[in-house]
């Protein structure tokens, strides 16, 4: 059974800085394609980077582009959203998500697999 788990997210001042580990688990992720999501408060939950674990392959939503880098360490088979000069905008609950297929996308509806969110908050 597949369990992605995340952690790292907190509260932090505008301009500070954050990392995200996902923990992925269950089968071997060579092949996957692992994202970042997220959802702010009373809206809908949005793409925020995406990248191809075997070829590192990364795509970002406009939003973060230039502030959020997103990797993996293959030794200790984690995927990480570093995330820098953090603004109030970007206060969501923090999700990872998995799919089987090598497409880089952005729908949510195409990952199939689904951590259980991590809380960032960013005081103005």
């Known amino acids: 059974q597949v369990q992605l788990v995340e952690s790292g997210g907190g509260l932090v001042q505008a301009g500070g800085s954050l990392r995200l580990s996902c923990a992925p688990s269950?089968?071997?992720?060579?092949?996957?394609?692992m994202g970042w999501f997220r959802q702010p408060p009373g809206k809908e939950r949005e793409f925020v980077a995406a990248i191809r674990w075997g070829g590192g392959d990364t795509r970002y939503a406009d939003s973060v582009k230039g502030r959020f880098t997103i990797s993996r360490d293959n030794a200790k088979n984690t995927v990480y959203l570093q995330m820098n000069s953090l603004k109030p905008e970007d206060t969501a609950v923090y999700y990872c998500?998995?799919?089987?297929?090598?497409?880089?996308?952005?729908?949510?509806?195409?990952?199939?697999?689904w951590g259980q969110g991590t809380q960032v908050t960013v005081s103005s």
């Open positions: 269950g089968r071997t992720f060579t092949n996957y394609v």
């Open positions: 998500a998995a799919k089987t297929r090598p497409l880089l996308v952005t729908r949510s509806s195409d990952y199939d697999y």
